[in-house]
């Protein structure tokens, strides 16, 4: 089966929704996770999971997102969206220090703490990283993600910091980007499968007219033949190792 690690599907209206766990079902997609990037939009994923057998879901506050509800007593609103039998992961959580973002001092304090929430929880957690990787470095190491299950979703780094997150024990989830960037798809070649996760990072991509090419998880797909292409061995074993390897990571 296929995992798809980290989307945003509980942003899609109804009627994609539709659309896309049919499609989802043809392609053997059987988990999806639906992380969450405010409270609102946590409280989403949870309500689409007990709808849709197949989606689970995540909660978390992005770090471009701190400012954009009241925030107040955000770690006991998440704790008990957290406590939902179908929320497995605390996601989407990171650094972004992309101009116009969120101060970095906050984002660093929203960061920590969900960390901390997780561990508490005894969660895992799929963080962003975004022009902040020495800085998430250090507050990954400083927080001990090490003893949890983590993932850096949406790898687009050189091989320098794919190492740095291997040391702290932390999985890699591979999305659509290296389909078409090669320097990425050389980094992601000699990364060991035995430390990949994949992801769609699916969200509403309304600005794109032809609903055909919006991504949706049955992209998995693309990402399986192409990491079966760079690693030279048959698309069932890249299958296999990743099922393996995000049960781990979801504890499932
Ligand atoms: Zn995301």
């Known amino acids: ?20 766990i049919n499609n989802s079902r043809k392609n053997n997609v059987k988990i999806i996770i639906a992380a969450g990037t405010t409270i609102s939009d946590s409280q989403n994923s949870v309500n ?6 197949e989606i689970y879901a995540a909660v978390g506050i992005h770090p471009q997102n701190i400012l954009d509800e009241n925030t107040n007593k955000y770690i006991e609103k998440l704790t008990e969206m957290a406590k939902h039998k179908k929320t497995i992961m ?9 101009e116009n973002s969120p101060e970095k001092k906050i984002q660093k304090e ?22 902040a990787e020495k800085e998430a470095i250090d507050l990954l190491k400083s927080s001990k993600i090490n003893e949890l299950r983590s993932v850096a979703h949406y790898f687009s780094g050189n091989y320098d910091y794919a190492k740095k997150l291997i040391e702290n024990n932390i999985y890699i989830s591979v999305a659509k980007p290296f389909l ?4 990425l798809s050389d980094v992601i ?13 699916s969200y509403p991509q309304y600005f794109k007219k032809n609903r055909l090419r919006w991504t949706e998880p049955k992209d998995l797909v693309l990402i399986v033949e192409k990491l079966a292409n760079l690693k030279k061995v048959k698309s069932q074993f890249i299958i296999d190792k990743i099922e393996q390897n995000s049960k781990y990571v979801l504890n499932i």
């Open 1 to 20: 089966m296929l995992i798809d690690i980290h989307t945003h599907v509980q942003q899609f209206n109804n009627e994609d929704i539709e659309i896309l």
């Open 48 to 53: 689409l999971s007990t709808k849709y057998d």
């Open 90 to 98: 605390i996601s989407e959580i990171g650094l972004d220090f992309q």
């Open 110 to 131: 929203f960061f920590y703490e969900q960390i901390i929430l997780a561990k508490k929880l005894n969660l895992p957690v799929a963080f962003h990283v975004r022009n």
């Open 180 to 183: 078409r960037d090669e320097i």
């Open 189 to 201: 070649k000699k990364i060991p499968i035995e430390q990949l996760v994949i992801e769609t990072d």
